[in-house]
């Protein structure tokens, strides 16, 4: 079966790059009229959600419910199955990817390759910006764009003032096109303003979140991988998000300095 992409959407990380992108082609016209003529509600956005993130399930292969991965990410997350009037679910993708995403009906998917190089703290920070981009609805703007591009690419009228009812392709191209979104550089700064106001009201260690950018920012330096160079050039620069988190802990007089940050040679289980 053909894997199907697994983009680079929230986080800043590296998605893969193995299956057949989407040719938009004329289609970039409709979907621009259909953008302006659709009526896009919050249902809309978490129906096409689910479809999306159900497609995805079945795409890869997720952690059982006695598997270490999941044992630890429930260990972590299983008391803001609620956070902040959402309702969240959360699954981990064993795959090599690294990355972590969440989607407008409150699916959280989080990479066990992601969770190999991240300790406790920063997968708190990196979920916090995930619900961060949930809570925010940025989500709603990726699954509509995502939406009429999959609708548009099968010639159907995206021109339409109410959402169509989607085939299974139509499905899995609009999964692919969710998650080769990116957002906007005020939305990803918004996010990280959500994830450190997560730590610091839940007591968690903030500076977590400024370990994890600066990760991030080892793993983007010296890529020689088309995709993983494109990813960080859309994204906001992790070496300055670190900063910034670290500039604000500074002012609350929550930093303590980590030392130098690394990269793990070793899987993280704890």
Known sequence: ?????????????????????????????????????????????????KESVDYMDKNNAIAGPKDPYTVRLNKLFGKHKAQDGLNLNYKVYKVKDINAFACADGSVRVFS??????????????????????????????????????????????????????????????????????????????????????????????VGAYTAFKKLALLSEGSTQSGFQKMFNSHPDSEKRAQAIKKRAEKDGLWKDPGAVTLPTAKLTK
């Open 1 to 49: 079966m053909k894997k199907i992409i697994i983009g680079v959407f929230l986080l800043g990380t590296i998605g893969a790059v193995n299956a057949q992108k989407i040719s938009l082609g004329k289609a970039v016209d409709v979907v621009s009229k259909g953008s302006k003529a659709l009526t896009f509600t919050n249902e809309d956005a978490i129906k096409l959600s």
């Open 113 to 206: 390759s992601l969770m190999d190089i991240m300790t406790d703290d920063e997968l708190l920070a990196v979920i916090g910006h995930e619900i961060g981009h949930v809570k925010n609805q940025d989500t709603k703007d990726a699954i509509k764009s995502a939406y009429l591009k999959a609708a548009a690419l099968d010639a159907a009228s995206s021109a339409s003032a109410s959402v169509a009812t989607l085939n299974d392709s139509q499905v899995g191209k609009m999964a692919n096109e969710f998650l080769d979104a990116s957002h906007s550089k005020k939305q990803e700064s918004e996010a990280d303003t959500y994830s450190y106001d997560f730590m610091k009201a839940n007591k968690y260690n903030v």
